[in-house]
Every structure is written in structure tokens, then in C-alpha cells.
């Protein structure tokens, strides 16, 4: 039912780990094989920063995640499927765009039967702009597994 999983990860390390258990119960049930991915998400960082800071000016509260970075949490998360028996691989997208855009495309190409996405609830300003978690389960032509 559930060949291959995608497991969507961010930097959320609470998060993301609820989403690689509930990716590892899928895979252990059924079988199957899970690609960990991760999009560095340089969109919502962009639309933080207000028309009223100076020209070029980041707030200080940003953080653009290094490439270095967003691998490292896929690895970290591949190694522990891996160590439960589970076949995995990962990726890192680009955040060129839409997070939740990306990581429907990577799902398409890896075949996924489904993609596990965790959400943090109901925040105004997702309800505003919609979370990639909203977006993907809106945008996808597959099963959408939402983890809080």
C-alpha cells in the first residue's frame, strides 16, 4: 500500500522526528522504502523581512540554513532509519521556490505512495499564508500523512 514514503523534514528537530517515527512505523508495516527530504526554505525566510527594514538589512532573528546544514538533517535522519532495518536515502532541495511545490516534485520523482509532513497546528499566520504542510496536502494527487 505504502511502497515509498516520503518523509518531509524541516528544522524543527521535534517535529521532524515525529515525522521519521511515523515514516519508520509505515516502512516497518509495510515494507517499505523511505526517501528523507528536506527543502532549504529560502521563501519564507524572504517574505519575513518587512518593507520597512533598512535596504539589504536581515533581522536579526533569520537564520539562512547553509547547505551544510540541511544535509546534515537528512543524514541524521536517513542513519536512524537505517540503524532500524529500514531502506533509506535522502535529499535536499534548493528552495528556489514553493517549499511545499519542491517537495511534491521530489515525492513525483521518487514515486511516493505517500508523504508524511509534520504540521505545528493552527497558527494565525498559517491561516493567513498557508503552512507548506496546508499547501501539500491541498496540492497533492497522492496520500498526505499530517504528523503534530
Avoid: N, W
Avoid at 63 to 83: G, N
Amino acid at each position: 500500500m505504502f511502497e515509498r514514503i516520503v518523509a518531509a523534514v524541516d528544522s524543527d528537530p521535534e517535529r521532524s522526528t515525529k515525522v521519521v517515527e511515523a515514516s519508520r512505523e509505515l516502512a516497518s508495516a509495510f515494507g517499505s522504502e523511505v526517501l528523507v527530504a528536506h527543502v532549504r526554505d529560502l521563501e519564507r525566510s524572504a517574505a519575513m523581512v518587512t518593507p520597512t527594514a533598512k535596504a539589504g538589512a536581515i533581522p536579526p532573528s533569520l537564520h539562512f540554513e547553509s547547505e551544510e546544514e540541511a544535509k546534515e538533517l537528512v543524514d541524521t535522519a536517513v542513519d536512524h532509519l537505517r540503524a532500524d532495518g529500514i531502506a533509506a536515502a535522502g535529499q535536499v532541495g534548493v528552495g528556489a521556490g514553493s517549499t511545499a511545490r519542491e517537495l511534491l516534485e521530489i515525492a513525483q520523482a521518487f514515486r511516493a505512495t505517500v508523504i508524511v509532513v509534520g504540521d505545528r497546528g493552527s497558527r494565525v499566520s498559517d491561516l493567513l499564508l498557508g503552512s507548506v504542510a496546508h499547501r501539500i496536502v491541498h496540492l497533492a494527487g497522492f496520500p498526505v500523512l499530517l504528523v503534530r
